[in-house]
């Protein structure tokens, strides 16, 4: 006998055929996850058995492959007509009356548990959501359906959008038959996000694949303003470690714009969207407890279910609860095996016409292609960069023809970015006003490389590309390391051959995320009421302790970037700005003195202890230690740069521990910069006081032969391979050894001078950092030089 209706609690996993990937993948987690807590808003599921019913009805289904057999499948001419035939002949179709009163007396019993008196009508199809065919977003779901003559209705448009033009074109690219695909429905309680907030989850950092990140995204509202991308959502990275660990496992977030919302309407109009006002678009969409309790929910989803997971929530605003609305296994990243990376390198210079979030990691050039709707898709050529508001799953044929995706609205998971993704192009979402600001036709350059944000530029830029076959990459026994200073940019450079952070520059975060002097921010009450005030209060608007901003940012800032690496080392340099770069900080001419020479004066270790900035590194302190102890990142490693004396390392030491930060205390390593020629002739007194050395290969330089390096008339002279130099290196790495310590050098010229590399090798240094763009060709220039060293060693 046919069972048309299955309840959630009673399917799992294993019921795909019967009830859909969607429908089974509820009922697999009601059934083996909600004993965990995980709260999933109950459901029933209308069976595939009911579909073939309703299509063998009235002999619906030969109807309906009459008019699929008369389809173009090589030209595709007349899908438009075709489809719109089959979905018409659907819709005039009967529900058998087995399956009208199996739906009507379930449905009586859901609504008596209710969280709402409202339902969504969900297509689940026998191939959906799947790890290696995704049907997901080719069929329609109905949300705040009311009544059981909407719910009807909603089934048989649920059944029709098998027929959708998008749907047809799928199933032959994807080689199922006509008939292969069977549609269930799930009929799932409503969770009043409306009211709330909702949005999706990836278990894997979405862009770049890192495993130890989880992402969330949500904007005000309904959850299909985020699946559609028709917002600009906030985002939330999680670190893992800290997850299972019980400890702040936010380690980056951003604020959205979240310009407008998609709530319930009425009547015809279940849906419509309204502006957000203007105190919801400041905040952000869930509480910080909100966002670890759908980290841990996400982590055991993910454990359950053995692969990363795309998982959707929501969060009901009339009673705050959250609820896991959908979950299947993620397609882009779980089994993608990257072998080669490609480098790209911009040229030209130019100010650009748009910035967005970047997807991809790539730079192309193409003619623009606005298109608003399907109408416009026959003037898309290959290789145009469509550009248009958001995009929708009836355009996935369009979008194959294209080089790059532009829009106005969306987030990282919209459908725009998803597709990009999958076809592996480029795409700049949130633009804002690409439809406005560009036109048919005109040639313009889209860069993703920058990191986060994405760059439209007009015309055609210049760029060099080089791509890297990762297998050929030499592993080799000097450790090469990253010198970073962009957070955003880590996902990315996490994923190239490294073992580590050796150097990242607090500074760049400081004057780019933070923007304000700390002593500004100790010292709030005191500043004068000026333009330069109004704008740290805009900043710091979230924060009635000023000084709060600037741990968090910065605790968030290096939490990223340990995350993206962790387990490998990340050794942070505390700030090393000189007096007149602290001076370029919002209030930083309150605090700053003026130097005549500040490459030599109030700079590095000096600051730490001195009256006029200890409560500023105090916060420098504070950010590192919320890393290590509450997010539970213990890869993490500080460095102390320019520190001259041995009295003022110790000064220094004695300072950090007063701020909560001592050396050995939680497994803590404090490195010292190797940049001052007094640092290596007391190399043996500073071992005593430190976990590692650093060479600075600038400095050092610099400072051993006098030469301002900023100075263009004695440039010449600058050189990293003077004997007086390369002697300083070899017996700091002698001393430091004997000493059982590491040394690393930070710079440029082990990457651009192979015989300084080797240099460095045949001294035994034990790591070398490089800039990215010079990370491979430094490892190439290190692996040769350790395969010439090991040659002359296995000479008799």
Not at 458 to 484: A, C, D, N, V, Y
Not at 575 to 594: A, H, I, Q, V
Not at 679 to 688: K, R
Request: charged share 20%.
């Amino acid at each position: 006998m046919k069972q048309y209706i299955y309840p959630y609690n009673t399917l799992s996993a294993k019921d795909a055929a019967k009830v859909g990937g969607k429908n089974a993948s509820l009922g697999e987690m009601i059934s083996n996850l909600s004993h965990l807590g995980i709260q999933i808003p109950d459901g029933f599921a209308l069976s595939v058995d009911a579909y073939y019913e309703f299509m063998e009805f009235d002999n619906l289904a030969q109807r309906v492959q009459d008019v699929l057999n008369t389809l173009d499948r090589q030209s595709l001419s007349n899908l438009s007509s075709v489809g719109a035939r089959c979905r018409e002949l659907v819709h005039s179709g009967n529900l058998p009356g087995p399956v009208i009163k199996a739906v009507k007396e379930y449905y009586s019993r859901l609504l008596e548990k209710g969280l709402s008196h409202s339902v969504a009508v969900r297509s689940s199809a026998t191939a959906e959501d799947s790890p290696t065919a995704s049907f997901a977003g080719q069929h329609e779901s109905f949300l705040n359906v009311t009544g059981i003559d909407n719910v009807l209705k909603s089934i048989k448009h649920c059944y029709a959008s098998l027929f959708n033009d998008r749907a047809i074109k799928y199933r032959i690219d994807n080689a199922f038959t006509d008939m292969q695909v069977g549609q269930s429905v799930g009929i799932q309680l409503m969770v009043r996000s409306d009211i709330g907030s909702a949005g999706v989850i990836f278990t894997i950092e979405p862009e770049n694949g890192n495993k130890n990140i989880i992402y969330i995204t949500g904007a005000w509202g309904l959850g299909e303003s985020v699946v559609q991308g028709a917002v600009n959502t906030d985002e939330y990275y999680l670190f893992k470690g800290a997850i299972e660990n019980n400890g702040e496992c936010i380690v980056y977030r951003s604020l959205g714009s979240k310009e407008q919302m998609l709530v319930y309407g009425e009547g015809e109009n279940n849906t419509v969207w309204r502006s957000t006002n203007s105190s919801l678009r400041d905040k952000f969409i869930l509480s910080d407890e909100e966002v670890h309790l759908l980290g841990k929910w996400s982590l055991q989803i993910e454990k359950h279910y053995g692969t990363p997971m795309d998982i959707e929530w929501a969060k009901d605003g009339a009673t705050n609860k959250i609820y896991i609305v959908q979950a299947r296994p993620e397609t882009v990243h779980a089994n993608r095996r990257s072998i080669a990376i490609t480098e790209y390198h911009m040229i030209s210079h130019q100010s650009p016409l748009l910035i967005g979030k970047a997807v991809g990691r790539s730079i192309v050039t193409g003619n623009v292609s606005i298109v608003r709707s399907l109408a416009d898709s026959a003037k898309v050529k290959p290789g145009d960069i469509i550009v248009a508001d958001i995009t929708n799953p009836d355009w996935n044929a369009l979008l194959k023809k294209a080089v790059c995706i532009v829009t106005n609205k969306g987030g990282r998971t919209s459908h725009a970015s998803i597709v990009a993704r999958e076809l592996g192009i480029p795409a700049v979402v949130g633009t804002m006003s690409a439809t406005e600001k560009l036109t048919d036709g005109q040639q313009i350059t889209v860069s993703c490389t920058g990191g986060d944000e994405g760059y439209v530029y007009t015309g055609r830029m210049q760029w060099q590309e080089k791509k890297l076959e990762l297998h050929s990459i030499p592993h080799t026994r000097t450790h090469p390391m990253f010198i970073l200073a962009d957070p955003l940019k880590a996902l990315h450079y996490a994923s190239y051959p490294n073992e580590g952070v050796g150097l990242l520059r607090m500074e760049f975060m400081i004057s780019n995320t933070i923007q304000v002097h700390p002593m500004a921010l100790v010292k709030y009450d005191d500043l004068p009421d000026d333009p330069e005030k109004k704008q740290i209060d805009a900043l710091t608007r979230h924060y009635i302790d000023k000084r709060q901003f600037f741990v968090e940012k910065l605790a968030e800032s290096i939490g990223l970037v340990a995350a993206a690496f962790y387990p490998k080392d990340v050794i942070v340099r505390m700030s090393d700005f000189k007096t007149n770069e602290y001076m370029k900080l919002l209030g930083g001419r309150y605090f700053e003195p003026e130097e005549e020479n500040p490459m030599l004066g109030f700079r590095g270790a000096s600051r730490y202890y001195h009256e006029r900035y200890r409560e500023g590194f105090g916060l420098e302190c504070a950010a590192v230690k919320k890393v290590r102890e509450e997010m539970l990142l213990s890869n993490v490693k500080v460095m102390i740069p320019f520190c001259r004396t041995i009295a003022e390392a110790q000064q220094v030491l004695q300072t950090m521990a007063t701020f909560g930060l001592k050396r050995k205390q939680n497994g803590l390593e404090v490195y010292v910069m190797a940049e001052l020629p007094s640092n290596i002739l007391l190399a043996t007194e500073f071992a005593q006081l430190f976990d590692g050395f650093s060479i600075g290969s600038n400095d050092l330089t610099q400072l051993t032969l006098g030469i301002d390096r900023d100075s263009a008339i004695i440039s010449s002279l600058f050189d990293e391979n003077n004997a007086a130099v390369k002697m300083l290196i070899q017996k700091l790495v002698d001393v430091a050894h004997e000493k059982g310590l590491r040394v690393g050098l930070c710079g440029q010229a082990p990457s651009d001078d192979p015989t300084f590399a080797s240099f460095l090798v045949s001294c035994g240094i034990d790591s070398v950092s490089f800039s990215p763009d010079a990370m491979i060709r430094g490892i190439q220039n290190i692996g040769e030089a350790e395969a010439k060293l090991n040659q002359l060693v296995e000479v008799p």
